[in-house]
């Protein structure tokens, strides 16, 4: 196993185990083993051999030790330790009602305390100055409990090792809607959620019609209300073009492909987007690396056949021998099985492929490779029903039932996930995102300013005869070589990164994996500074008619302008607050932040799926 800097640091801060003295006592090698023998242990539940058992843990460590496959950071942390929490994505219920509101609050801490990240959908709740019959009095909406809920989060810390995650959703047709669309105007406010507008097929329709919506009354159900489609619709293009926020989710594409409609409907996603559950639904995340899988310029698929399937029983396996935080997770989680294999490496794929990112053949082969992963993993999960038996909500209503399609051990078994930690273990591009950069700087802790430049383009600038000290230190100052001349036309074409690629062919690219994908992708369609806001709705609206199950957009600096825009003069409020506010907006790290710097080593923070993150290991929710 060769193993990066970064991929050690990593590592050292967020997966091995650690003496009460806060020392690290694993390596690498001993995490893996541990993780392999904890999962393996599901085999002898479903009545395998202790031998048998112990090949499946062979593999298992085989897929890991590789990098070829790596499975969502709460199981490398938590498995075969004293908490065996192993999911990653938990969605909760929000009822309106104050003991709803203040239960769920609770089952979020346990959740995050676990080292999970926290969806809810908050269209349930009564809008602002409606009618609350046991006190006589007005409710105050949901966008105030999304600060409470923000509030809670900010002091509970993710396992213990960073700051928690929300995702929250309200319904398009929510009265509340335009306040919820502007919340995250002010980035001190609500800094540890993602936020999504729910948007149906009807409001799309009425949107290209510029027509009026209804908005219901969630309590009465009765209409309280009409607003203009696409005033909104540019509203929310706004709001997304000056600080990222919010995000869409196409709720009605999502609910078409509800494995289990009699459970009711899916409201609301994980923080990054990729997995929408139903309430109490968790789901294990698990990637294969493609970067692995072409050593020599083409795809090795029987390998990749191989490892696929060892990564859906590895899922399923999860499932089996993870503790929930909160018994009703389990009971659900247990009941739908539902599983998230996904990929990372996609752009060194294709850069050793010699396939540039954005081309018509890399959004061909997406839909070929993804294809075949996806066809893969369904067969390991057709083959494990047989083995082990279907998902127990198999035997009610389901969609896979109504089309006479044979029993599969999982509700879904695909997804892309954002990958942050896991490509930096694997060393490998995360998810399906382009390079971000080719070269960068760091500061070492010694104030000493170090540059690390891409594996593949050092590799291929050596072969090609044109690398040079002076041309990396000119990359680090930009990230690209597009403007280059020292650098062959081939290579800058072949070497693009996130901020060269035009948004169409990054909404493409999403579409191409999702038209394989059980579930969702996690993707973030980059603009650059000069981008307009009609630039971001022309995204939005391809993304609809490509069939992809949400957006989220990035515009770059655009949240250095925002924070240096909250000023407290600017904001005209109370002194205790603007003082409040100011001190905050002057703490050291979030100076960082605010320029795009990682706070722990100084070098740029990456955007990808909803999260920031750093080469060093540095991670966080987009808007933190």
């Not at 083995?387 to 051990?409: A, L, Q, V």
């Amino acid at each position: 196993m060769q193993l990066t800097d970064n991929a050690s640091r990593v590592l050292a801060k967020r997966i091995l185990t650690r003496d009460d003295q806060d020392r690290v006592i694993e390596t690498p090698e001993e995490m893996f083993r541990r993780v392999a023998r904890s999962i393996a242990s599901a085999e002898l539940q479903h009545g395998r051999s202790t031998r048998e058992a112990a090949a499946v843990e062979a593999d298992f460590f085989e897929v890991m030790q590789s990098l070829e496959f790596l499975p969502n950071s709460p199981t490398l942390m938590n498995a075969g330790r004293d908490l065996a929490q192993l999911s990653a994505c938990f969605v909760l219920p929000i009822e309106d009602s104050m003991d709803s509101i203040f239960e769920t609050l609770r089952e979020t801490a346990l959740v995050q305390k676990s080292g999970g990240g926290t969806g809810f959908s908050f269209s349930r709740l009564r809008p602002s100055e409606d009618y609350i019959k046991s006190t006589q009095g007005q409710s105050s909406g949901p966008v105030s409990f999304m600060r409470l809920y923000n509030f809670a989060t900010e002091v509970t810390k993710l396992g213990g090792k960073r700051r928690g995650a929300n995702m929250a959703v309200l319904r398009v047709d929510h009265p509340d809607i335009v306040e919820f669309i502007g919340s995250k105007t002010n980035p001190l406010e609500l800094n540890t959620f993602n936020i999504s507008v729910a948007v149906t097929d009807e409001f799309m329709s009425r949107v290209k019609s510029r027509e009026q919506y209804d908005l219901v009354n969630p309590r009465t159900g009765a209409v309280s209300g009409r607003l203009d489609a696409y005033t909104v619709f540019d509203q929310i293009c706004e709001h997304a073009w000056s600080n990222g926020e919010p995000g869409v989710i196409f709720i009605d594409r999502i609910n078409r492909d509800n494995p289990t409609p009699e459970l009711g409907r899916i409201e609301s996603t994980n923080p990054c987007g990729e997995q929408p559950l139903l309430p109490y639904e968790s789901c294990v995340l698990g990637s294969v690396n493609l970067a692995a899988f072409a050593p020599n310029g083409k795809v090795e698929y029987e390998r990749l056949k191989r490892v696929v399937q060892i990564g859906v029983r590895f899922l399923d396996n999860i499932i089996d021998v993870s503790q929930y935080p909160v018994p009703k997770i389990g009971e659900i989680t247990r009941l739908n099985r539902k599983i998230g294999l996904g990929v990372m490496g996609w752009a060194d794929l294709l850069i050793t492929l010699g396939v540039p990112y954005d081309s018509d053949e890399a959004v061909a082969l997406a839909e070929e490779l993804m294809g075949f992963i996806s066809r893969e993993a369904l067969a390991a999960s057709l083959r494990l029903a047989s083995e082990r038996g279907p998902f127990p909500r198999w035997f009610n209503e389901n969609i896979y039932k109504s089309r006479n399609e044979p029993p599969r051990r999982n509700a879904t078994v695909t997804t892309v996930a954002p990958t942050g930690t896991l490509s930096l273990i694997a060393n490998c591009s995360s998810g399906i995102e382009p390079l971000y950069a080719l070269a960068y700087e760091r500061l070492s802790f010694e104030s000493e300013r170090m540059t690390f430049v891409h594996s593949l383009f050092e590799r291929y600038a050596r072969k090609h005869g044109f690398y040079s000290e002076a041309l990396i230190k000119r990359i680090a100052a930009t990230g690209a070589v597009s403007h280059d001349d020292s650098v062959p036309i081939e290579a800058r074409r072949l070497f693009v990164t996130t901020h060269e690629i035009a948004p169409e062919w990054h909404v493409r690219m999403q579409a191409a994996f999702q038209h394989h994908i059980d579930a969702a992708v996690s993707k973030t369609i980059n603009f650059p500074s000069s981008a307009s806001v009609d630039e971001v709705k022309q995204a939005y609206l391809l993304a609809y008619e490509l069939g992809c199950k949400g957006i989220t957009v990035y515009r770059d600096r655009s949240r250095e302008k925002q924070v240096l825009s909250t000023r407290a003069e600017d904001m005209k409020q109370p002194a205790t607050l603007a003082a409040a506010e100011k001190m905050e907006i002057e703490r050291p790290e979030n100076q960082l932040l605010a320029k795009n710097l990682c706070p722990d080593c100084g070098s740029a923070l990456r955007h990808n799926g909803g999260c920031l993150y750093c080469m060093c290991g540095y991670s966080v929710c987009i808007q933190n």
